[in-house]
């Protein structure tokens, strides 16, 4: 009873809302909590930085896409985790292949990887599975959730975050970024230089040309789904010498009106698709709809397909997508219709 | 059989589901682990198998414990509070005020983490506490304290928070995945710091109900009699609040908005063990955090990919619910 009474006098000096005195003791409280060790390990080490003590640790450091540093370990990482089809398509596209731990659902291209361990989607890995693998690098995108991303670097896995893209120009970059993280400069680097090349090829066989087509993108089954201005493909589009018609956009990917198409009038349209039978379907569909038959593309026949992987993977198979278009929009200077 | 015997049955019951729920939740996940596997961890740990039963399983069923626990005593507290069965957390405004504050920090990129929270986490808890404190204030000032005043202010409030909420999400749909987890609920991000973080509060709270639990049980005969019998009204009301408000936002903080267990647990009890508030607050903390640590049992191997673990609460709350409900009758 004698508490009790304490605790009535205590309550009836407060003048204030009890709940505010309840935020600022929550204030005051939380500190001995935020001063736990593990909290202060957790706000001055970023997710994904594992220092390495052994002497042989490199000592180069490197920043990761979202600005956190990263010490490369000291000896080639032998168990990667990739995290993003783009990335595992890199992966093995410099050799890495048999150090390929574990990959995402999506991942399937090349056809090796998709007997690899499977660790859950692009927006739902599982972070169990992942510890599971006990890799010693885990390359994710920025596709993944970043905060899971974070969770599975709080495990002490070292965890390299790495960004889209903004244009073709990026490409090489991130390869030769992924052979230095993972110890295979010398491949990565022929590979960068290689990419390079072709883009730079295209460049060069479209010098001079007048005409830049308008183009259409359209994601089949998604109805007019197309990429802007923010998009990579809209830089690929450019280099190929076309114009993105949805390039005043200002999204990466968006939903685009047939009244805007009719208007834009684009002279090739780009389907992508994973078959030829969506590809038929998705030109049929696109004619069909009333108003787009008058279009020039449609009425001349320029309706390509375009392999939806290739072309919405930030990877190597992407100037193989910047290659078909340039030919398909300027058969002139790559002598014909492919 | 007797309200004691059904008193002791009742406890047994959950301390030994509890038990249970916490050995399957050590032993079930997307990677395949055995009983002999676990005695194999204890004898000699390594680092992935620690990472795996520690880090990863056991802290998500003590913070899935917790969380359940927070929401259930919460509601408890709220339906003694309004003398209304339909009171939970949702009520006064907490779940969509904080679910708000998450929203919009995360759609503004505020990522600063403090005390153990993350950055929308923080946000969350503030904007929870924030909502109840301008609530009660709107109720005060229409000229002394009326609970249907702040009950009704509270729906108005949480609905205008639920609205704030969709635009932003709708403003960025790119965030698709912090939505869902803000507006459903999810314990796959749990570590151990954020359960170090709201046990202490949890525990508090607790014991705090349970001291007050007496008055509670006054204020169940009407305000002025409570009154007349001795019992401090205001100041009881007040202190019931905020702790049902501190409890639900912290809940929210660290797992998003979870339904339905601050409004059922506390039912199942009552039918069970009966009114009086001292058993009720502990048996709701007790049986909620069991309730939602199986929960997330489901909401982690029912399907290949996590569920919101919002959905399996309703799912699986409602229908027991109701058959208690008819069972009672």
Redo the contacts between chains.
């Keep these: 009873m004698k508490l009790g009474g304490q605790r009535?006098g205590d309550?009836?000096r407060r003048s204030v809302?009890?709940?505010?005195?309840?935020?600022v003791a929550?204030l005051v409280?939380?500190?001995p909590?935020?001063l736990?060790p593990?909290?202060q390990e957790?706000?001055h080490v970023p997710a994904g930085h594992v220092p390495f003590p052994s002497a042989a640790a490199v000592a180069q450091d490197i920043t990761d896409d979202l600005g956190r540093p990263f010490t490369r370990p000291g000896r080639a990482p032998e168990r990667i985790v990739s995290m993003a089809p783009n990335v595992t398509e890199i992966l093995f596209a410099i050799g890495l292949g048999g150090r390929v731990a574990g990959v995402t659902r999506f991942c399937d291209y090349p056809p090796e990887a998709r007997r690899l361990p499977r660790i859950?989607?692009l927006?739902?890995p599982?972070?169990?599975?992942v510890?599971?693998l006990?890799p010693d690098l885990v390359i994710a995108f920025r596709g993944n959730?970043l905060?899971?991303v974070e969770?599975i670097g709080?495990?002490?896995l070292p965890v390299f975050v790495l960004d889209i893209g903004a244009g073709l120009e990026d490409l090489p970059p991130l390869v030769a970024r992924i052979g230095r993280i993972t110890g295979t400069e010398a491949r990565a680097g022929e590979l960068a230089a290689e990419l390079r090349d072709r883009i730079q090829a295209v460049d060069a066989a479209l010098k001079g040309t007048a005409s830049r087509p308008k183009v259409f993108v359209m994601l089949y089954g998604q109805g007019l789904w197309t990429c802007g201005g923010e998009s990579y493909l809209d830089d690929v589009i450019a280099r190929a010498g076309g114009t993105n018609v949805a390039s005043a956009l200002p999204k990466k990917w968006a939903l685009y009106k047939r009244e805007r198409i009719i208007r834009d009038d684009p002279d090739i349209v780009f389907i992508l698709t994973r078959s030829t039978a969506d590809f038929e379907a998705g030109r049929a569909w696109l004619a069909g709809m009333a108003g787009i038959g008058a279009v020039s593309a449609v009425r001349s026949g320029r309706v390509y397909g375009l392999d939806e992987d290739a072309a919405s993977r930030f990877g190597p198979r992407l100037v193989d997508v910047l290659d078909r278009m340039a030919a398909l929009l300027h058969p002139e200077r790559f002598g014909g219709e492919p | 059989m007797s309200r004691k015997a059904a008193r002791r049955i009742f406890w047994a019951a959950c301390l030994l589901l509890c038990l249970a729920g916490f050995l399957v939740s050590l032993l079930t996940g997307p990677v395949r682990t055995t009983p002999g596997d676990l005695i194999r961890f204890v004898g000699s740990p390594d680092a992935v198998r620690s990472a795996i039963f520690l880090d990863l399983r056991l802290s998500r069923a003590v913070l899935a414990f917790l969380v359940g626990a927070a929401l259930a005593l919460s509601g408890a507290v709220l339906q003694g509070y309004f003398r209304n069965p339909m009171a939970d957390p949702f009520v006064v405004g907490v779940s969509s005020g904080a679910s708000l504050g998450a929203v919009v920090a995360a759609a503004l990129g505020f990522e600063a983490a403090a005390f153990g929270f993350s950055g929308p986490g923080l946000l969350a808890f503030l904007s929870g506490l924030g909502i109840v404190s301008l609530v009660y204030a709107l109720s005060l000032r229409r000229g002394g304290f009326k609970v249907e005043t702040i009950l009704l202010t509270g729906i108005a409030a949480g609905a205008l928070a639920s609205a704030l909420t969709s635009f932003f999400l709708f403003m960025r749909s790119d965030s698709y995945d912090q939505a869902v987890f803000w507006l459903l609920g999810s314990f796959q991000l749990a570590e151990w710091g954020q359960a170090a973080t709201i046990a202490p509060w949890v525990a508090l709270c607790l014991v705090a109900a349970v001291w007050l639990a007496r008055d509670m049980d006054l204020l169940a005969l009407g305000d002025e009699t409570a009154q007349a019998l001795g019992c401090p009204v205001r100041r009881v009301r007040k202190a019931f609040l905020a702790m049902s408000a501190l409890l639900a936002a912290l809940a929210v903080a660290v797992s998003g908005v979870i339904g339905f267990v601050g409004l059922v647990v506390p039912h199942w009890v009552r039918i069970l063990i009966g009114p009086a508030h001292r058993p009720l607050f502990l048996a709701s903390a007790l049986a909620g955090g069991t309730f939602l640590l199986y929960c997330d049992l489901l909401a982690r191997n029912l399907l290949a990919a996590e569920l919101p673990i919002g959905v399996i609460t309703a799912a699986v709350g409602a229908p027991f619910f109701l058959y208690l409900l008819h069972k009672k009758r």
Excluded at chain 1, 17 to 23: E, G
Excluded at chain 1, 126 to 129: D, L, R, S, T, V
């Design positions: 009535n309550m009836s809302s009890p709940i505010l005195s309840v935020i929550a409280f939380l500190v909590a935020y736990l593990g909290h957790r706000r859950g989607g927006v739902d599982n972070i169990e599975i510890r599971s006990d959730p905060r899971l969770r709080k495990l002490g």
